[in-house]
């Protein structure tokens, strides 16, 4: 099997992969970015991707999914083919062949279990370090393992983001396969599983998203926080669960907080998630830190680091796995693009940012503004305009209620900040705001992804 052909059997996988693992990807996005693009030739270490031409536009859309996604597909389609690859966007041209070879591109006849699960097949307990902080999830959910559905039904994982409960619920799926090829397992995020929801409803073919979830022996829902608002995702889910738990099939959830902190979520489904055993995953402590980080130098790096430098990184980065990691990735790219001999000098150069947003964080409007046009993919300069496109008055409407909310600035204080716009309507765009949110669960979800990026660690 060449690399185009191997890369294309697990293309959509690595798509899903980047949607789950980056929560701050939006639907919308991911349906306009991401889903279109397809695997073109393979060439001197270098993916191309294509962009259909509606989508590439004049190269706006290219300029966008490059500056957005690049890096993105750049680690996770090198991690998935086990090989360090440069990545490039190019308009798609029907006409032309994109293959290195002539030969045919023949699919696999039969995608594994895992591929067929949505589970990543780099998240397993082998790859996991235990610690103080989890050890109590990860025996049970070992324990679940060997008598899923039989023991602990719900088990229920919580904590704070990038702190692998996403990581353990792939590992209990996979090992639930590799001990029993027959069982059917289903990993899928909340978000998808309300897309999902909404399709069906749009179709009037409910019926065929009830039998695919209710037929499964395995069902693994993660950041079920995110169907808290949207009743009829709520209630398939509830009906869902029912059917599966009465089945004794295995049902594993995760969540930011225990159910009895999740605010206005049904209490039919709050009863239910606590049936069986809710653990909490904690931040590591300094030896995690020490030995995750090993681990992934190790793993995932190919390359010895100095204990001096994972100390160094351990002791300044502690809120979570994503973060660590993310720092010697930071670490690692300097020895790569400009083959330096990592030190600890070295090491604090290349995370300094890193620890300044460690430190607690002066919100601004101007901050509010800038996280804000970046996750709605328009300008400042749009936002604080006097123009009214249809685009833009919702997110600026956004900012003013966030100003408000986060800040101690008043409505002219806002109106200043965004463009000069008066008392009255700022307090209209709050108000606007305000309202929706008791009515709009995707809006909701929109603010709370926002103040986490606007308010890191929140």
């Known amino acids: 099997m060449t690399e185009r052909e191997k890369l294309i059997n697990i293309w959509d996988s690595i798509k899903l992969r980047i949607k789950n693992e980056n929560r701050d990807i939006s639907a919308v996005a991911f349906d306009t970015w991401i889903r279109p693009l397809k695997v073109g030739k393979i060439e001197n270490g270098t993916v191309y991707l294509l962009v259909p031409p509606e989508h590439a536009g004049d190269g706006t859309g290219i300029n966008i999914i490059k500056k957005n996604y690049s890096s993105l597909f750049k680690v996770t389609i090198s991690e998935s083919m086990n090989n360090i690859y440069e990545i490039e966007f190019i308009e798609e041209d029907p006409s032309e062949d994109y293959s290195n070879d002539s030969s045919n591109i023949v699919m696999e006849e039969e995608p594994s279990a895992i591929y067929q699960s949505n589970l990543n097949e780099k998240y397993t307990f082998d790859t996991f370090v235990v610690g103080p902080n989890n050890q109590l ?76 979830y209710r037929s499964v022996d395995v069902l693994l829902l993660d950041d079920v926080q995110f169907i808290i ?34 605010e206005i979520l049904d209490e039919r489904l709050r009863s239910r998630f606590e049936w069986g055993l809710t653990v909490d995953i904690t931040p590591p402590d300094y030896e995690t830190r020490m030995a995750i980080l090993r681990q992934y130098a190790t793993n995932q790096l190919g390359f010895e680091v100095k204990d001096e430098v994972i100390q160094y990184i351990a002791s300044n980065i502690s809120s979570n796995i994503r973060e660590l990691e993310g720092a010697l990735n930071k670490v690692s790219a300097r020895k790569s693009l400009y083959n330096e001999e990592i030190n600890v000098s070295i090491a604090e150069e290349a995370i300094k940012d890193m620890l300044k947003e460690s430190e607690p964080r002066k919100i601004t409007p101007e901050i509010i503004i ?22 833009v008055v919702y ?8 100003c408000r909310e986060l800040t101690d600035t008043s409505f002219d204080e806002i109106g200043k900040a965004i463009g000069g716009k008066d008392h009255a309507t700022v307090m209209h765009g709050y108000n606007i705001i ?24 929140q």
């Open 395 to 402: 997110p600026r409407q956004i900012c003013m209620y966030l």
């Open 370 to 391: 800038s996280e804000v046009a970046k996750y709605y993919e328009i300008t400042k300069e749009a936002i604080i305009s006097k123009k009214r496109p249809k685009n």
């Open 434 to 457: 305000k309202d929706d949110l008791s009515t709009n669960p995707s809006l909701r979800d929109d603010i709370e992804k926002l103040k986490k990026k606007i308010i890191p660690g």
């Open 137 to 212: 999830a990860v025996s049970a959910a070992k324990a679940v393992v060997e008598r899923p559905g039989l023991v602990y039904n719900p088990l229920f994982l919580y904590g704070g983001p990038g702190l692998g409960k996403t990581h353990l619920m792939h590992a209990i799926g996979a090992s639930i396969i590799k001990k029993d090829p027959t069982k059917i397992v289903s990993y899928v995020t909340s978000e998808n599983f309300t897309n999902e929801v909404i399709g069906y409803i749009q179709k009037g073919d409910i019926q065929k998203l009830r039998d695919k």
């Open 229 to 262: 608002g949207k009743e009829s995702t709520q209630n398939e889910f509830f009906n869902s669960f029912n059917e599966l738990h009465s089945q004794n099939k295995a049902i594993i959830l995760s969540s930011d907080k225990p159910p009895k902190d999740l």
